[in-house]
């Protein structure tokens, strides 16, 4: 079964400022490839959506898996659907932001 994957406006957000903080650091085209990188990735998990570690100790159904060390993507699986909640760079505490959301409504990003 293949899933279709989406993106939840807060990721695309977060990847639009990755990019731009990669753009600024070192240059546009590294930005497209690390961000390019990572969009492939989430789009991956349409074939095997389970991988990852499962975190309802987070928020419920919240699945963890990494890019390279570098990044944490957190998504859930409903039906055939897997939705990308979020993209994490550079350290970021997403269990805070994810707690977050699930308490009051919307997390900082």
Do not use: W
């Not at 807060?10 to 930005?31: G, K, M, R, T, V």
């Not at 994490?88 to 990003?109: A, K, R, S, V």
């Amino acid at each position: 079964m293949t899933y279709r994957v989406v993106f939840a406006p807060e990721a695309l957000e977060q990847l639009a400022a990755l990019y731009h903080y990669i753009a600024n650091a070192a240059s546009p085209d590294i930005a497209a490839r690390n961000t390019a990188a990572i969009l492939s990735y989430c789009e991956g998990l349409s074939a095997h959506p389970c991988r990852g570690t499962i975190r309802d100790d987070v928020r419920p159904g919240l699945r963890i898996t990494n890019y390279r060390k570098r990044a944490v993507i957190a998504f859930d699986i409903d039906a055939d659907v897997v939705s990308i909640i979020g993209v994490f760079y550079g350290g970021q505490n997403y269990e805070i932001i994810l707690q977050d959301e699930t308490t009051d409504g919307g997390g900082e990003y």
